[in-house]
């Protein structure tokens, strides 16, 4: 079986995991409805880690228990066409948390690094690297991770750092309060966070077994809530709330406040590009873990046909931003930072539920 799993370590699934956690934190989230109510991200999207990976503690017990694998339990909780479904539905959620942050990446590139180089260019630069990495499989993914995650964690912190400078208390307010808008903001951040979390459980096998993955979901998650807390902070500290909301990728932005004119003028370009390699492996470790998935589903021996497949529906929503398709895939974008986050937390949580119950049937028996 070409299934290309293969088998990493805690450190390497933690950095894979944190690493994947981050990128959709601070690289995807749309700065319209994040920063509309003041700059409270760097408590409500280190908050919505924590709801996400609350969200799958239940599975996470209930696979201790059966010891079948994501895929297996779907179909132990609703059958063969049940289990389809219900992995059809988490890979969607795979799709999109892997297209969003390369899309925003590719929309720097183009207007702000690249400019007058066709999109596409850069897409099929960047895409077909990605969907190699992914074919590799799980453990070359890891491994990948493993070993950028302390480069890219330096840039980070040296670009928030270049513009300490800047920092302002006062652009903390107006102060979260606690209401409604703050925990609706934590709530569907976790669109962006549950999938990467989600896709541990399905490579449970690569990790060497559920223990392993309850330990690397608690590591991963607080070490990327963390990192993603300082870096909205630092932000909040830079810019306003209505100068983020229409920010394309404030990280990025914030270098020309103080390298403008320095020696190093041209880090903000080197920034981008360490940046952007922890997007390719987020990008291909999801696209990989929804392969993955659906190899397992319809019980098929390879997984190359799947990544190929997931890789196209990738391509298609990268590449909708700048197609005749653009007011289609605006509606697309908005329906899933509205409702994502349910592709990937009902699947997983109603199959717990159900598998719990049939499990307790099954005692009694």
């Not at 408590?43 to 209930?62: D, E, G, H, K, N």
């Not at 830079?238 to 880090?267: C, T």
Request: hydrophobic letters at 55%; one cysteine or more.
């Amino acid at each position: 079986m070409k299934l290309r799993q293969g088998r990493i370590g805690l450190f390497a699934g933690t950095a894979l995991a944190a690493l994947s956690l981050f990128t959709c934190g601070v690289f995807s989230i749309d700065p319209k409805t994040a920063y509309a109510n003041g700059n409270s991200t760097y408590l409500s999207l280190p908050l919505a880690v924590i709801i996400s990976l609350s969200a799958l503690i239940p599975a996470m017990l209930v696979l201790n228990w059966k010891r079948v694998g994501l895929n297996g339990l779907f179909t132990y909780a609703f059958g063969k066409v049940g289990g389809i479904v219900a992995a059809v539905i988490l890979s969607v959620s795979f799709v999109w948390a892997a297209a969003k942050p390369m899309t925003e990446f590719l929309l720097v590139l183009t207007r702000l690094v690249y400019d007058g180089v066709p999109y596409m260019r850069i897409v099929l630069y960047i895409l077909p690297v990605t969907v190699f990495i992914a074919w590799k499989g799980f453990e070359s993914v890891g491994r990948l991770a493993l070993i950028f995650s302390g480069l890219i964690l330096i840039s980070v912190a040296a670009a928030a750092l270049s513009a300490s400078p800047e920092f302002a208390a006062y652009r903390l307010y107006p102060l979260p309060s606690g209401n409604a808008d703050f925990f609706k903001t934590a709530f569907s951040g976790s669109v962006f966070f549950l999938p990467p979390l989600a896709a541990l459980l399905v490579n449970e096998e690569g990790l060497g077994g559920v223990k392993n993955v309850r330990k690397t979901l608690a590591a991963a998650a607080f070490i990327s809530a963390a990192a993603i807390g300082l870096v909205q902070f630092a932000l909040a500290l830079i810019y306003p709330h209505r100068v983020l909301s229409g920010l394309l990728m404030p990280l990025y932005r914030i270098n020309f406040l103080s390298l403008r004119q320095s020696y190093a003028l041209r880090l903000d370009k080197l920034f981008i590009m360490v940046w952007l390699l922890g997007c390719v492996i987020s990008c291909a470790y999801l696209i990989y873990s929804a392969s993955y998935l659906l190899t397992k589903t319809f019980s098929a021996r390879d997984v190359t046909p799947a990544v190929l497949t997931v890789s196209a529906a990738v391509f298609f929503l990268v590449t909708a931003e700048f197609s005749e398709n653009y007011a289609r895939a605006e509606a697309v974008g908005s329906f899933f930072s509205r409702f994502g986050s349910l592709f990937a937390l009902i699947p997983p949580l109603l199959a717990a539920a159900v598998g719990s119950i049939k499990l307790k049937k099954e005692s009694r028996l």
